[in-house]
């Protein structure tokens, strides 16, 4: 390494140092806020194991999803829905195979809330 090199290495050791520490402070998005919010309420039903198994699914569907219609809430339609999520077959849900559900979770949620607002022009 020539000594030029050097310094310019130098110089972006000590520029980066002051700009993560000021990343830090800043107050976190809305969206990473959010994201928190839906890893915590994962790690609340996957546990240790980072993974959400079938017993667990149900529980989460129960307390967390009961308000959209589109989620089953007899015992085979939750089969199914655990079944259609699990794309690797390995009959656990990882956090990946688990955003797919939170995903048509918000667009449900998303035209609910149109309609209520629909339902609230018309008065
Ligand atoms: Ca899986």
Redesign the pocket.
Known sequence: MDFFAFILMLFLCLFRLPTETFKMSKSKTQMQVLADGLIELFHKYSGKSD?IDKKEFKKMINEQFPDCVEYPQNQQGKDKLFKD??????????FE?WTRLVGSFLSCAHVKFHQHEGHHHHH
Not at 85 to 94: G, I, R
């Open positions: 993974t999520l699990d794309t690797n077959k390995d009959n656990e849900l990882s195979e």
